[in-house]
């Protein structure tokens, strides 16, 4: 068995098809079956290199692996339908020889008005075919007026192409109804994709094509192709679409669609593994979070959703969230300092094992990597200004009584050693506060916020240092 992702360089890596790759590659683990990467390059002017290196860059980062592709090689390369041209040319001069295919000299301002008439009358457009049956002085003089001819496949009238689709079923297609004989070449030479998509997948032996379901209506055409070039068909199966919460196709409009984005935003690459297999397929125990080589181990051709998949941004930040949690916490800390470093706060001035901490009491607030400056800003910072609802704590009569205690207590009989165990119940004891009026001011004086880590937690991480700074700050600012 053999599968392959199929993008084309023309821009970043869509979540849509990235759940078309990561599909893929689990079912190609699940049926130890090859998987190939090829670059649909053809279209010349909107493929870049760029855009290709991009693309393979965020597949290994998901964690994708393929056995062959254009940078990995393989036994029926190249991989690159540009570097390939050689290859198609020679099928096109077999269907042109074979009459299965003809120059059309039709010019684009030509076809343009049949589109429009066809448009205006309430048709579709089909070919006409007028260029079917030139003899040779009607070619001469349509080259002697400079034409450059396209190529293409003459549609074979009553056929009927059945598809047995994984996901969709029996579909079935007349040939009648594909739009008419269709261009396979361009005028400057360039093949469609339509035409040498099907080559490319019996050259490479695929033998389970699995994409996107708007590819279904091109499947007849290509199926077309290979019976007249006598190669073979593969297995399909269409995915249903992913679509916004409106129901409409997913963009941009909905929320982040770039594979890219989401990895710089801080989302976990098995998370997004996780959530994109899900858009497509649901294990059967009903369970949400699984891992790569779990989900290998459940998915089948035959178990893939055959309903629109609906993208719910949330659902996905709430299960980076889960990732996040159930993350190594050393590996947690790897991967949360470049996060910390774009928010300023340099790694390499803490102690690490103390930045670990920290890293674990506030990592369960964040869903996103990029989350934690925001959280950690808490231990990191050395003082916090106080938010409305600390200003307005720090103000009552009784907190003043709190803090002015705890400022007492931190310069003249807590040190480094004990300031952790004793600040709180020495408040206490001190000043007869308890519940509310003790923990709300304390925990406004030292966070700058009601609300955070438990204090137990929050006073012995943020060291004496800093208490202390907090406290005289909070004394300078609400108790003179
Ligand atoms: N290159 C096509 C695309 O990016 C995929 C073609 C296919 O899977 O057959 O949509």
Known sequence: MRLRFAP?????????????????????????????????????ERSTRRSEDSILQDLRWLGIRWDEGPDTGGENGPYRQSERFDIYKKYTDLLLEQKKAYHCYCSQEELEAMRREASEAGRAFVYPGRCRSLDRAERAAFEAEGRRPTVRFRVPEGETVVVEDHIKGRVVFESGNIGGDFII?????????????????????ITH??????????????VLIARAL?????????????????????????????????????????ALVNYLAMLGWAAESGEEILSIDEMASQIEMGNLARSAAVFDFQKLRWMNGMYI???????????FIPYLAESGYDASKYDRPWLERVIDAVRGNCEVLSDIARYAALFLDDIMEPDAEAVAMLKEPDSKIVVAEARRLITDELGESNYAAELVNLIKKNTGMKGKRLFMPVRAMLTGSLHGPELDITVPLLGYDRCRARVEYAHRRFCS
Not at 215 to 220: E, G, I, K, R, S
């Open 185 to 205: 070449v361009r005028s400057d030479g360039v093949p469609v994709y339509n035409y040498i998509v099907i080559i490319d997948d019996a050259l490479m032996k």
């Open 325 to 335: 949690r159930a993350l190594d916490l050393s590996r947690a800390a790897d991967l």
């Open 8 to 44: 084309s360089p023309t821009g970043y890596l869509h979540i849509g098809n990235a759940r078309t790759a990561v599909l893929n590659y689990l079912l190609a683990r699940k049926y130890n079956a090859a998987y190939v990467l090829r670059i649909e390059d053809t279209d010349m």
């Open 230 to 270: 006598g190669l073979p068909v593969p297995e399909y199966a269409h995915l249903s679409l992913v679509l916004g919460s409106d129901r409409s196709k997913l963009s941009k409009r909905h929320g982040i669609t770039s594979v890219e984005v989401y990895r710089k935003e801080g989302y976990l690459a098995e």
């Open 209 to 222: 094509v699995v994409r996107g379901e708007d590819h279904l209506p091109n499947t007849p055409k290509q």
